[in-house]
C-alpha cells in the first residue's frame, strides 16, 4: 500500500500546479480584455478621424464648386467640374 502522506504530498502538489494554470489563464485572460478594450478604443477614434477627414473633404469641395462657377478660364473651370463631377461618385 501507498503511503498515506506521500499521496497527499502529491494530490497537493498536483492542486498547486492546477491552481498555477488557473491564475496564468486568469491573466491572460485580463491582458486579452484590455488589449480588446485599448482596440475598440483606437477604432473609435480612427472612426472620429475619418469623419473629420470626411467633413473637411465636403468642405473643400464645396469650395471648388465655387471656385469653378466663378471662373473665366475654361480650361481651369472644365478641370474643376471634372474633379467636382469625379468627387460626386465617391460615396
Known amino acids: 500500500m501507498a503511503d498515506p502522506f506521500s499521496l497527499s504530498a502529491g494530490i497537493v502538489s498536483f492542486v498547486s500546479l492546477a491552481l498555477q494554470l488557473v491564475v ?10 484590455a488589449a480588446h478594450q485599448e482596440a475598440a478604443d483606437e477604432l473609435k477614434n480612427l472612426q472620429e478621424d475619418l469623419e473629420d477627414l470626411q467633413t473637411q473633404m ?29 468627387r460626386s461618385l465617391v460615396p
Open 24 to 33: 496564468g489563464t486568469l491573466a491572460l485572460i485580463d491582458k486579452t480584455i
Open 58 to 86: 465636403d468642405r473643400i469641395h464645396e469650395e471648388l464648386e465655387v471656385l469653378a462657377s466663378n471662373t473665366k478660364d475654361r480650361g481651369f473651370k472644365r478641370l474643376l467640374r471634372e474633379y467636382v463631377r469625379c
